[in-house]
């Protein structure tokens, strides 16, 4: 009973905190705004280049092309946040004036929506730059840029990683229906929004609905049963793939294939701090999540149930004989984790869009973090997150875009050969 109140008790520390950060974000911006891309196109000499065509789209069907005007400047409107291909015409672009960085024609961009400036540099000459290319063609701002960017990303990873990194250490499971968590999150938030609640009400009870129904009702319904059957963890592996293959087209039945947005906060003006830029929103729930990860740190390292949740992940047989409920321990594992994956899905859904397979797109880069920093260790789950995300963002600026994923889960493939049990290995197990 003990166990079931301090589990309780989480959730609702979430709901608290995402409850906080939400009503600070109605102070910060009393006004939602359209989510924008701007930039423009400036000659070497200072003055503004008409007429470039630039290009925006995304994968789900969303095309705009918008040109420059006699400043150079340009200003396209987007549908909401979200992953952006920028194409850039070059053959607009006057004789003698080429990209500094030839790859700029082409590149993917991350939007968190509000107002969201790129930096496009310009010299004299055909195809410009040099031969150097890379990260000698990058300027400072351009780098910092993606360098914040990748940081809020991998911030928003880790609360994902750290859930699912909690279930496999003290359940031994590989759950490929994590990633679906944050949509079922993300779309309990969108039920109560759309049925009339703020979302600064509907997204701390979506945390503590999703915690308890998905974690803690899903362990009890599925997995609890399949332990007591002493079912393989391969065979379970493999039905949370078709649990997860449920849930998304599931989600997809029910709300259609379409992102759709909260009904506040869909966007906000853009802030500009030194070189970056950003939104409110994004700070405060990167700030949000920041805080929930240590609280959860703590609460793994210093409470009864975190000590309790260490010694089954070191060996469950032991820490039954000395009197720990195992069972319970692991529900409360069930229900912690799927409340921080609730606030990823929230927190995904609110600086970018919610869409059916928005877990999916994630789980991959979820999965990376984890083994990268070590399985089963809670400071591995955060850093390899931080890594992956940062990597992610600046590997845009060396090779194409549409592969930037692809870099980092090489580089996870490489440093596991260097140290096979990923950064922090197994010196702090998690459970």
């Known amino acids: 009973m003990l166990i079931a109140v301090r589990a309780a008790v989480s959730a609702v520390v979430l709901a608290v905190l995402s409850l906080l950060g939400v009503t600070i974000l109605g102070a910060s911006a009393a006004h939602a705004v359209d989510t924008t891309l701007v930039g423009s196109f400036t000659a070497p000499d200072g003055s503004g280049i008409p007429d470039v065509s630039i290009t925006v789209s995304d994968e789900a069907g969303f095309s705009e092309t918008g040109t420059s005007d006699a400043n150079g400047d340009f200003a396209i409107p987007l549908p909401g946040g979200g992953t952006y291909a920028i194409e850039i015409d070059v053959t607009t672009l006057p004789d003698g004036i080429a990209l500094e960085n030839p790859e700029d024609a082409s590149r993917s961009l991350l939007v968190l929506g509000g107002e969201k400036k790129i930096i496009t540099k310009l010299v004299e000459g055909e195809g410009g730059g040099g031969d150097d290319g890379g990260f000698l063609d990058v300027s400072g701002d351009q780098f910092l840029q993606l360098l914040f960017d990748g940081i809020l990303f991998g911030i928003m990873i880790a609360l994902g990683a750290l859930g699912l990194n909690l279930v496999f250490g003290t359940t031994g499971l590989t759950n490929f229906s994590h990633g679906d968590l944050l949509t079922l999150g993300a779309f309990t938030a969108l039920i109560l929004n759309e049925a009339g609640l703020h979302i600064i009400i509907a997204a701390p009870i979506a945390i503590v609905i999703a915690a308890v129904l998905f974690g803690w009702g899903q362990n009890k319904v599925l997995w609890r049963p399949l332990r007591r059957r002493k079912t393989g963890l391969i065979a379970m592996m493999i039905i949370s793939i078709g649990l997860a293959i449920v849930i998304r087209y599931g989600v997809a039945l029910f709300f259609g ?21 950003t939104t409110p929103k994004a700070l405060i729930l990167a700030g949000l999540a920041t805080i929930a990860l240590i609280i959860t740190v703590i609460w793994v390292e210093r409470s009864r149930i975190g000590k309790a949740t260490r010694a089954v992940s070191d060996n469950p047989a032991l820490a039954s004989a000395t009197g720990i409920d195992v069972e319970k321990v692991i529900a409360v594992v069930w229900t912690v984790a799927a409340g921080l994956a609730a606030f990823g899905g929230i927190y995904l859904g609110l600086t970018q869009d919610n869409i059916w397979n ?19 260790t809670v400071y591995g789950a955060i850093i390899g997150a931080i890594v992956v995300g940062v990597f992610i963002q600046l590997t845009s600026l060396v090779i194409p875009t549409e592969m930037k994923t692809v870099g980092a889960l090489f580089v996870m493939i490489v440093i596991l050969m260097i140290r096979p049990q990923g950064i922090l290995g197994r010196r702090e197990r998690v459970g």
């Open 257 to 277: 294939g379409a992102p759709r947005n909260f009904n506040q906060y869909a966007g906000q003006p853009g802030i500009e701090i030194g070189p970056v830029s």
């Open 358 to 376: 928005m877990g999916q797109r994630v789980l991959l880069i979820i999965f990376a973090s984890v083994i990268l920093g070590g399985l089963g």
